[in-house]
């Protein structure tokens, strides 16, 4: 049961488009909604990250929005660059109580930014 | 900073053989995570850890178990490698009042 569903699984922009890429979500119990970034060869890495009270947030040329009432967020990357090129995964967070966060990941896309 | 360390970072073993995963971190994080990464599937969790001396099953948990002994270590064992386990194995820590999870380089296995 894939509870993060991410689309695509592949994206190919020229430089300076917009890159888009989508996650959709079932447990409402879900309390944090993260982007990793990850180059081949290594390890996924925080990229940015939202709260389900906030419907978008903004760190440079990335842009998480959120539809909490779809159940569903998104990452927006503003004049995509070569360097971009990626695979990025979507993740939800749920706490238990006494124990540890878990996150869920999404499939992942990769990207490929285009001269 | 080394933060998340795997070793082995590749190794190929044969059908049946063993090995032993090491994950060390230095941030002095409470929850430790094992995850394997393959191909459409995205990150998988394993197995988990809440602190020394504990640890719990994830999502794929079946052939592998692991072991907590001391805060910064957190080892994943294939007892009996099967091909299906050929993957890109990732650890990953998280603080415990923190969100962001921070991740190892990852290992390759291949078992043939």
């Known amino acids: 049961q894939q509870q993060v569903k991410q689309s695509p699984q592949s994206l190919i922009v020229q430089k300076g488009g917009i890159s888009i890429i989508n996650c959709a979500y079932e447990?409402?119990?879900?309390?944090?909604f993260p982007w990793y970034q990850q180059f081949p060869g290594k390890g996924p890495a925080l990229l940015i990250a939202i709260r389900p009270d906030v419907s978008e947030k903004k760190e440079g040329r990335f842009t998480i929005s959120f539809n909490k009432s779809a159940k569903q967020f998104s990452l927006h990357i503003m004049d995509s660059q070569p360097g971009d090129s990626a695979t990025y995964f979507c993740?939800?967070?749920?706490?238990?109580?006494?124990?540890?966060?878990?996150?869920?990941f999404g499939t992942g896309t990769r990207l490929q930014v285009t001269l | 900073n080394a933060g998340v360390t795997q070793t082995p970072k590749f190794r190929v073993l044969k059908t049946g053989q063993s090995m032993t995963l090491l994950c060390a971190q230095d941030?002095?994080?409470?929850?430790m995570y094992w995850y394997r990464q393959d191909p459409g599937m995205g990150l998988r969790l394993i197995h988990y850890s809440v602190g020394e001396g504990t640890t719990a099953k994830g999502e794929v948990p079946d052939g592998y178990n692991v072991s907590r002994l001391k805060k910064q270590n957190f080892l994943l064992g294939l007892e009996s490698a099967a091909p299906s386990q050929t993957s890109v194995y990732f650890c990953a820590s998280i603080p415990t009042q923190g969100a962001e999870a921070f991740f190892g380089q990852g290992t390759r296995l291949t078992v043939v």
């Open positions: 993740a939800a967070r749920r706490v238990f109580i006494g124990t540890a966060s878990k996150l869920t």
């Open positions: 941030m002095n994080h409470e929850y």
């Open positions: 447990n409402t119990a879900f309390d944090y």
